[in-house]
């Protein structure tokens, strides 16, 4: 028989529907050792008495369940208890095993990284906040990584290559601090470098709108539902000062500054409209910016985007941010900031406390019209 072990992932208090272990478990504030041990004996007279459904404990893998659901509110009394340990419990998700008869979707390498990540904690954390950053292998990327870890909060480490991502990572533990690595292509298998900007195609503009607009726009849709869920969310877009609308005299650009009647489709559709006249040669004479045209659009569009996010999701803060000039590989160091002062500003906004000013463009930390 095979076990829809999906059912283990998530064991929570609220699965276990025997009042008296309900009250037991959940209750922070006066759960002991002794009362966590008295729903498990309680349970184990209750199987003992065939009475599992009649008392409402969980019907399937019951013992499983209120294994677990023990296990996490120990695991809350010993965190009370050592203030100065970090006591947490962790779900591996869905591991190949031979418990879930191989059946998981992770490797036994990938469900061991979260616990390990959290043995490996450093002083202070964790915080129980994840920070997922994407493009992370390299730049202000990684900078924003290392400045959250320091913080200690779980990052979620990203970019499209994995052997750098791995490279990323351990460059970070090399100071300490723990990460864990995932591949995430925001733009595609056939994405280019950003350098071809500068000596733009059909091609190279493609691949940069899909780098910093289309593709952020996909993970950020995918991460919502979570986000949502979370009491601390906050999205922080890395734009460019050269993201800002005055900058493009095309006459259907405008409508990126119409903060009111903005929507996804309206950006979608400038950015599109961008693309074709770039295919028919009509940069110039349909109003787009001469020069790193591509770049400026897709920043443009990301600025747009986020404005249209924050309206759409006011309970949590959502701004773009211009790190400002900063020494990177691309600009041959020629940045007027080093990572570590670019990344501040990213790191500010996603640290921000709650109340935090939504659906803003800041030049570093500074506010500043998105026109
Ligand atoms: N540096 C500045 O002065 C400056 C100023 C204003 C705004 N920004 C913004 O800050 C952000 C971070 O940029 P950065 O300065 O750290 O350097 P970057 O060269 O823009 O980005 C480095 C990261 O982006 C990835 N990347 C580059 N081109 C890609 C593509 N076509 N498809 C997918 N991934 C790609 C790189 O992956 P690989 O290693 O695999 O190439 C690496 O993970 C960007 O959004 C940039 O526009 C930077």
Known sequence: MKYPFYLLLHIHFSIVSNEGAKEELSGVDCLTEERVDKVVKGFLEDVEEDLLEAKAWPVAYSAYVVSK?????????????????????????????????????????????????????????????????????????????RQFASNGIIVI????????????????????????????????????LLKNILKQTYETAENCVRTNYFGIRQVTEALIPLLQVSNLARIVNVSSSLGQFKLISNEKAKELGDADGLTEEKVDEVVKGFLEDVKEDLVETKGWPINVSAYIVSKAALNAYTRVLAKKYPNFPINAVNPSYVQIELNYNTGVLTVEEGAKGPVMLALMPDGGPPGLFFDRWKYQAFD
């Open 157 to 192: 480490l990203t970019c499209r290559d994995e052997k750098k991502g791995i490279e990323a990572v351990e460059s970070l533990r090399a100071f300490g601090l723990s990460s864990v690595f995932h591949q995430l292509d925001i733009a595609g298998a056939n994405s280019g």
């Open 69 to 145: 659901a023990a296990l996490n509110a120990y695991t809350r009394i010993l965190a009370k208890k050592l203030p100065d340990f970090c006591v947490n419990s962790v779900g591996p998700g869905f591991v190949k095993t031979d418990l879930t008869y191989n059946n998981g979707v992770y490797t036994v390498q990938e469900g061991a990284k979260c616990p390990v990540m959290l043995a490996l904690m450093p002083d202070g954390g964790p915080s129980g906040q994840v920070a997922v950053v994407t493009r992370a292998n390299r730049g202000i990327g990684l900078e924003i990584s």
